[in-house]
């Protein structure tokens, strides 16, 4: 059964997206196996590095958590890429590559 990893909701087989969260649903609930090793507030960033990872043999799951202690800022939320405990340091490596080569203009 398809997880959300965000509200922890379970789905039926075959949904994709949590229409909550409006994120990708997970096979199972993260555990303590799974690591952050990025962080961020922009979900397409986090997804593009989740693809790249997946596309390199790593399973990757995406924590997305709305930061509600701040009233009034709006939808503010904090994004997690984990990856296994055991793929961590490729992980890393692969995204520092993908930071390296992006070029930075500041937005
Ligand atoms: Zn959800």
Do not use: H
């Not at 890429?81 to 520092?96: F, N, T």
């Amino acid at each position: 059964m398809p997880f959300c990893p965000n509200c922890r909701y379970e789905y039926k087989e075959g949904i994709k997206i949590c229409p909550d969260c409006n994120i990708p649903l997970v096979p199972e609930l993260i555990d303590e196996e799974w690591v952050i090793v990025y962080t961020s507030d922009q979900l397409y960033e986090v997804q593009m590095l989740k693809d790249t990872l997946e596309s390199a043999g790593i399973d990757a799951n995406i924590l997305s958590q709305k930061d509600s202690s701040f009233p009034g800022t709006g939808d503010l939320a904090v994004i997690k890429l984990l990856v296994k405990s055991e793929d961590v340091s490729s992980a890393v490596d692969y995204i520092k590559q993908l930071n390296n080569s992006k070029p930075d203009n500041g937005e």
